[in-house]
């Protein structure tokens, strides 16, 4: 079965900086996957997904993901932070034909002034 | 836009009532689901329905059972609410793969609490 790991619970950044938030999934042979954002007292949005083809995927509000096969990640990324962006933020990962989606742990963005 | 709503934001029940959570999606999508999520837990699926009248356990149904006979509507049912059942609860709809459609949309969550 798959799995996600979401290798930080928290993540302190200063307003401006860089911010990486890590992901890995348990290997399969064909995977989709997905990076949701839920803001506080909200639902979950998705940010972006990768199906196929190019491995950086661009998805909204500035953020970004590159898919690692060899390394089984899917790292998100944005190259400065608004405070705007605080926020939890889940990896997750679908078997192909599988309409289920697997969830990660999630990991909070705290965004310093 | 998709739009998932859910019948309530804030819910408290007394242990041993019976709750209905109430979940509608305006798409015609195939697929609905339901989660909790707890803090440091993530989103844990409790049951997923593909179908009118169909249905599938997810990871955690103990406690709960579901009920979908209209395809825009699927309602969660706690038989005897407890304590331990004290989260927040949010459903998702898809058209699901064969659709073409691969992510799931999600309602603003229900946080139910009971005492």
């Known amino acids: 079965a798959q799995s996600v790991t979401q290798l930080d619970s928290q993540v302190p950044v200063f307003e401006e900086a860089p911010v990486e938030l890590r992901c890995n999934y348990s290997?399969?042979?064909?995977?989709?996957l997905f990076w949701y954002v839920q803001y506080p007292n909200q639902g979950l949005q998705l940010l972006l997904k990768y199906l196929s083809g190019s491995t950086l995927v661009k998805g909204i509000n500035g953020f970004e993901a590159e898919f690692n096969k060899s390394q089984t990640s899917f790292h998100l990324r944005k190259p400065s932070v608004h405070i705007s962006d605080t926020a939890e933020y889940f990896c997750?990962?679908?078997?192909?034909?599988?309409?289920?989606?697997?969830f990660g742990k999630g990991t909070r963005l705290h965004i310093l002034p | 836009d998709v739009k998932v709503t859910q019948s309530s934001r804030y819910l408290v029940k007394r242990t041993g009532e019976k709750v209905f959570l109430e979940c509608v999606q305006d798409?015609?999508?195939?697929?609905m689901f339901w989660y909790r999520q707890d803090p440091g837990l993530g989103l844990r699926l409790i049951y997923f329905?593909?179908?009118?009248?169909?249905?599938e356990k997810g990871d955690i149904p103990e406690g709960y059972s579901v009920s979908r006979e209209k395809k825009e509507r699927f309602s969660l049912i706690l038989e005897s609410a407890s304590t331990n059942q004290t989260s927040m609860y949010l459903c998702?709809?898809?058209?699901?793969?064969?659709?073409?459609?691969?992510?799931?949309?999600f309602g603003p969550g229900t946080r139910l609490t009971v005492t």
């Open positions: 998702a709809s898809s058209p699901g793969q064969r659709g073409g459609v691969y992510e799931q949309y």
């Open positions: 997750a990962v679908s078997d192909r034909w599988d309409d289920k989606i697997i």
């Open positions: 329905s593909y179908d009118v009248k169909m249905k």
């Open positions: 798409m015609d999508h195939e697929n």
């Open positions: 290997s399969s042979v064909s995977v989709y």
